[in-house]
């Protein structure tokens, strides 16, 4: 029967964080996951928090740790170290960062011509929040027979945008590829592939370079399809050859940026002896009183069971699953039956998903102590060898706040070291 002295449930940003630093403590980390999670669809940034009004990461956590019950009460002071080791473990995996938490919070263009806040990005995004230089203009390049990228749509709407100090002009064209017009699923990781070969790479950005405007200076937006495993090669060589200023914008699912900000990570669990299982729930929970002691997952034969000494939960919120309503119209934690804070079913969409408050059901999720444990109604702890991770927790609005990197980053980290400093105690104590 395998063991280990910590199962992370969830693959994650918040499972992979806590794996890894488990991990480089010195654990035996066994991570599990019912399948990937939201780095697969999510713009590949890091979002730490921009409520409205917030000037820079900073300034919107100071705004949020201050409103009852939401997580940056307890995580604020894990932040700084938490992402400063991811940023750390990214760029060592090749996959450099540019921004901190100081950065201030610029719009970024998203694939339909909107506008959202961001300070932390891919470097492939970073020069979309540089200041923008008088007559400079915008250029949405995007390729042709590519459904998941529409430059004249999203040219059009940023131009009806306020963007205050934004480019002095936008604008849009289209580059035929060659070699892909006979292809049916024409996705953007079908595209990120063909641009890691080095031989179509050069006939492609040819045929980018040649659909440029020749009355720049342009700023030149593309789908964030340059290169999978070879993307900052790929960039450097477009960036080059185009001899315009360059930036990546993520597009629809599968989300190239978060897919290669997870292979990143999975990679760095992988390097430091995690191991991994993806694909199977879990299935039962042996508990001894208030103590975890084993979970089985369902394996294509039986379910596999793996004793553990502690155990993060990182299987996300209402969207990654982790939370699911049930047909009464209660809300359940589908691993452990935590209970759950969440507001009444009449009152869940309350509100206005795209407003400055989003709607009440965002802010559903496990209460936990100091620790990160589970809590009850009475504040009493439930499961005491169990710490809650990422968007699971409740009291925050992450879609509005745009908290739940930051969230996911610094919970992950603060369990890490509470577990891992417990088990230091207990080692000491039985030495001496």
């Known amino acids: 029967m395998p063991s280990a002295d910590v199962v992370v449930i969830g693959a994650g940003l918040?499972?992979?964080?806590?794996?890894?630093?488990?991990?480089?403590?010195?654990?035996?980390?066994?991570?599990?996951?019912?399948?990937?999670?939201?780095?697969?669809?999510?713009h590949g940034g890091?979002?730490?928090?921009?409520?409205?009004?917030?000037?820079?990461?900073?300034?919107?956590?100071?705004?949020?740790?201050?409103?009852?019950?939401?997580?940056?009460?307890?995580?604020?002071?894990?932040?700084?170290?938490?992402?400063?080791?991811?940023?750390?473990?990214?760029?060592?995996?090749g996959l450099a960062y540019r921004g901190d938490l100081r950065a201030p919070l610029r719009p970024f263009p998203t694939p339909i011509g909107g506008l959202r806040p961001a300070a932390i990005v891919p470097a492939g995004q970073a020069p979309a929040l540089e200041p923008w230089a008088p007559g400079e203009g915008l250029l949405l390049l995007g390729i042709e027979r590519f459904r998941d990228f529409w430059p004249q749509y999203a040219a059009r709407n940023l131009a009806r945008r306020a963007w205050a100090r934004g480019p002095s002009r936008i604008a849009s064209a289209v580059a035929a590829l060659p070699g892909i017009g006979g292809l049916h699923n024409l996705n953007s990781l079908v595209l990120a592939r063909r641009f890691d070969d080095p031989s179509w790479r050069a006939e492609a950005i040819a045929a980018l370079r040649a659909a440029i405007p020749g009355d720049g200076p342009w700023r030149v937006g593309v789908p964030a399809v340059l290169g999978m495993e070879r993307h900052a090669e790929v960039l450097a060589e477009v960036t080059e050859a185009i001899a315009h200023p360059v930036f990546e914008i993520p597009t629809l699912p599968p989300s190239i940026p978060g897919l290669r900000l997870f292979d990143v990570l999975r990679a760095r669990a992988g390097a430091v002896g995690v191991r991994t299982q993806v694909g199977f729930e879990v299935a039962e929970v042996e508990r001894d009183g208030d103590t975890v002691t084993a979970i089985a997952t369902r394996t294509a034969a039986r379910p596999l069971r793996i004793m553990a000494r502690d155990v993060v939960l990182a299987t996300g919120g209402i969207g990654g699953g982790g939370l699911r309503g049930r047909r009464d119209g209660s809300l359940e934690e589908?691993?452990?039956?935590?209970?759950?804070?969440?507001?009444?079913?009449?009152?869940w969409?309350?509100?206005?998903?795209?407003g400055a408050n989003g709607v009440a059901l965002e802010s559903?999720?496990?209460?936990?102590?100091?620790?990160?444990?589970?809590i009850g109604p009475r504040g009493e702890v439930v499961l005491r060898n169990v710490r809650v991770a990422g968007s699971a927790l409740a009291g925050m609005r992450y879609l509005v706040e745009r908290c739940g990197d930051g969230v996911a980053l610094a919970s992950a980290y603060r369990a890490a070291r509470l577990i891992a400093g417990a088990a230091d105690a207990a080692r000491t104590a039985v030495a001496s």
């Open 46 to 93: 890091i979002d730490v928090a921009a409520p409205v009004g917030a000037r820079s990461p900073a300034n919107g956590v100071s705004r949020l740790r201050a409103r009852a019950g939401h997580p940056y009460a307890i995580l604020e002071p894990d932040l700084g170290a938490a992402l400063a080791g991811t940023l750390a473990c990214l760029a060592d995996g």
């Open 349 to 354: 969409l309350r509100g206005d998903l795209y």
């Open 14 to 42: 918040a499972g992979l964080t806590a794996a890894i630093e488990l991990a480089e403590r010195g654990a035996t980390v066994q991570l599990v996951a019912k399948g990937m999670a939201a780095t697969h669809w999510a």
């Open 334 to 347: 589908r691993v452990f039956g935590l209970p759950l804070a969440a507001p009444a079913r009449a009152e």
């Open 364 to 374: 559903a999720g496990i209460r936990v102590d100091d620790e990160l444990r589970p």
